[in-house]
């Protein structure tokens, strides 16, 4: 029988406090049905304060005819929860797999993509993820590339001594298959094409890099730069991923880069161009143009910020350059209302991302917490109903002490974090 309650609460933190004792409990309860009341939401655009209902773990439009629970949010603001569009940093080694997601959880980031993983180091955290007391995380494992290419080079020359200590001995060529597939003409494409999918990655991660040099002598540098696809191959990959239902990411790190790609019918771009730079008289091979723009918002094409990848600058008296470029690139993006989400590549958390972008001064707070709750949500789960405190969206939220976009401070003031209609624990 249906029984009907009220919980009226002084600070959420004394909520949140009970919660966390009868957490395992908790979690083998039926979906409660809750009424959220004196609490300020975010829309989009402004904060607003209404009561706000939640039933089988999604917002409601109208007031359920039975309410378990009545929580007093204390005029608190709610937010949707953070996401992290772009990292390696949830592999499956390294840290024990519980703190790495609760590092997350603790920053209020509940959605994470790992656009190139290794599914053999990966399955060690598969389970303990998407439920609804944890992360939720897409994976792509290994990426397509050519061969002696990014990411290729990478994993066999410096990663693969150090993880011997796990795996034993081995030989060169021993990530083939797990953290990448190399893909150098149409056969190669057709022969491993069942063993990419087999795997079943979430979605599929290409790389285009320095396409513009692609039978053309090496830029003169220092500096060997890395190498990607052919682009004529990018096309039928991508026409293959679709017709499977899988998405395309492509990492891109020049302005050619990038409109190659989403010419190519592209998702998504695993980066902005202008992380990288090995020359100051080739700053220009990373500025996007007005008509990249135009081009990236109307084909409606996520490209996830990286700004913090420029630490791979080997030369770091070019950095000014760098940050110069990456700030005229998200205004030109901006412009035009191009999708814009947040990955850092490189950190342990979104939040250094977060404040990159920030020293840049292109964002207001408003437009940032869209960036940062909505678009980035959207793009590593395309498919769900997330990234929006709306009806008919998963109930999914944060609540902070103070108003974000009065002082940006307060998004790390996090008093409760709740998801897909449950309290989740409390984090010191």
Not at 394 to 418: C, H, Q, Y
Request: aromatic letters at 10%; a neutral charge; glycine letters at 6%.
């Amino acid at each position: 029988m249906n029984r009907k309650f009220t919980m009226l609460l002084l600070p959420v933190i004394i909520l949140l406090a009970s919660h966390t004792n009868a957490f395992a409990q908790q979690f083998a309860e039926k979906n409660k049905v809750y009424a959220f009341e004196n609490g300020q939401w975010f829309n989009g655009e402004k904060f607003v304060r209404k009561t706000v209902y939640v039933k089988d773990g999604y917002f409601v439009n109208t007031k359920p005819a039975v309410i378990d629970t009545l929580v007093n949010l204390q005029n608190k603001f709610i937010i949707p929860p953070f996401s992290e569009s772009h990292t390696h940093h949830l592999e499956g080694v390294g840290a024990p797999p519980q703190e790495l997601i609760d590092s997350y959880l603790k920053d209020g980031v509940f959605y994470v993509k790992n656009p190139n993983n290794v599914r053999f180091f990966t399955k060690n955290i598969i389970d303990q993820l998407n439920q609804p007391n944890s992360l939720d995380a897409s994976f792509a494992n290994g990426g397509l590339t050519i061969s002696e290419g990014h990411p290729m080079v990478l994993f066999e020359d410096q990663v693969r001594p150090s993880i011997e200590p796990m795996t034993g001995k081995t030989e060169r060529g021993w990530f083939n298959g797990k953290a990448y597939y190399t893909i150098n003409n149409e056969k190669e494409l057709e022969d491993k094409w069942q063993t990419i999918l087999a795997d079943k990655p979430d979605f599929i991660k290409t790389y285009l890099i320095n396409s513009e040099d692609i039978g053309k002598p090496s830029s003169s540098s220092k500096y060997k730069l890395r190498a990607g696809l052919d682009p004529s191959l990018l096309p039928l990959i991508v026409a293959k991923a679709h017709n499977a239902g899988l998405r395309v990411a492509t990492h891109v790190e020049t302005a050619y880069d990038f409109r190659t790609a989403i010419m190519a019918g592209v998702d998504e771009l695993a980066h902005m161009p202008g992380f990288y730079l090995f020359d100051a008289a080739y700053s220009s091979r990373y500025q996007l143009t007005e008509d990249d723009a135009k081009l990236a918002a109307v084909k409606k094409v996520f490209i996830t910020t990286t700004l913090m990848s420029r630490t791979l600058v080997e030369d770091k008296s070019l950095l000014p350059i760098v940050a110069d470029t990456q700030k005229k690139n998200l205004l030109l993006l901006k412009k035009y209302g191009a999708r814009i989400a947040i990955g850092s590549d490189h950190s342990d958390s979104p939040v250094d991302e977060i404040k990159a972008i920030r020293e840049l001064n292109v964002f207001t707070n408003t437009e940032l917490l869209k960036l940062w709750c909505e678009n980035s949500a959207q793009s590593i789960f395309p498919k769900r109903k997330i990234g929006l405190l709306e009806p008919g969206y998963e109930a999914s939220f944060l609540v902070l002490e103070g108003d974000p976009v009065a002082d940006w401070n307060n998004t790390a003031k996090i008093i409760s974090r709740f998801k897909q209609g449950y309290f989740m624990k409390a984090f010191r």
